[in-house]
């Protein structure tokens, strides 16, 4: 089974702040990689889906980038209604969520 | 409007059964996969079965293989999650999602959770 491992696990930033987010995979997958939003008492939302490509109608300060095994997600200019959890997850083989990274404001 | 509406959750005891449905809107429920995720209390997600377009090609987690059934009914647009042998361990939300595409990709759209609490 394919592990991914996020890190951080928990994130402090202050509004404005560049936050970066790291996933990385037990073996290469490519670029079958996505990136979701999950605030608290909500459904997960798509943010980033194979590495790189932004969902229709989410705000350009996300980003996502890698391939293989290493891959980033990144909030240029953070914004309070970002605070939530970010999860990456893989479909190479089978599917496997991350951790998550709880991001608060500071 | 896509729409995903859980239902079938509750209180069962170790052991028992329990069937998940998802009725889906919105758009044409036999050109996507399908998948079941859950979250534990203060926990992350994790993917627990997904079903190919035409079913096709079902996949479950380590976690929950030979003890539940992911199903779908393309003519009623319904997708279930049959859980059989239940423990403890999978008390969670349990959320149907939408992929992108026909086979397993990202999941694009997501219902609210049903709450599947087991309990003696």
């Keep these: ?41 909500k459904a997960p939302k798509l943010l980033i889906y194979d590495a790189s490509n932004l969902e229709t109608g989410v705000p350009s300060r996300f980003s996502g980038s890698g391939s293989g095994t290493d891959f980033t997600f990144t909030i240029s200019s953070l914004q309070p209604e970002d605070i939530a959890t970010y999860y990456c997850q893989q479909y190479d083989n089978s599917i496997t969520f991350g951790q998550g990274t709880r991001l608060e404001i500071k | 409007e896509v729409q995903l509406v859980e239902s079938g959750g509750g209180l069962v005891q170790p052991g028992r059964s329990l069937r998940l449905s998802c009725a889906v809107s919105g758009f044409t429920f036999d050109d996507y996969a399908m998948h079941w995720v859950r979250q534990g209390p203060g926990k992350g997600l994790e993917w627990v079965s997904s079903i190919t377009w035409n079913s096709g090609s079902r996949g479950y987690a380590d976690s929950v293989k ?47 959770g049903t709450l599947v609490t087991v309990s003696s």
């Design chain 1, 1 to 41: 089974d394919i592990q991914m491992t996020q890190s951080p696990s928990s994130l402090s930033a202050s509004v404005g702040d560049r936050v970066t987010i790291t996933c990385q995979a037990s073996q290469d997958i490519s670029d079958y990689l996505n990136w979701y939003q999950q605030k608290p008492g």
């Design chain 2, 66 to 112: 030979g003890r539940f059934t992911i199903s779908r009914d393309n003519a009623t647009n319904s997708l279930y999650l049959q859980m059989n042998s239940l423990r403890a361990e999978d008390t969670a939300l349990y959320y149907c999602a939408k992929d992108a595409q026909a086979e397993a990709s990202s999941f694009d759209y997501w219902g609210q």
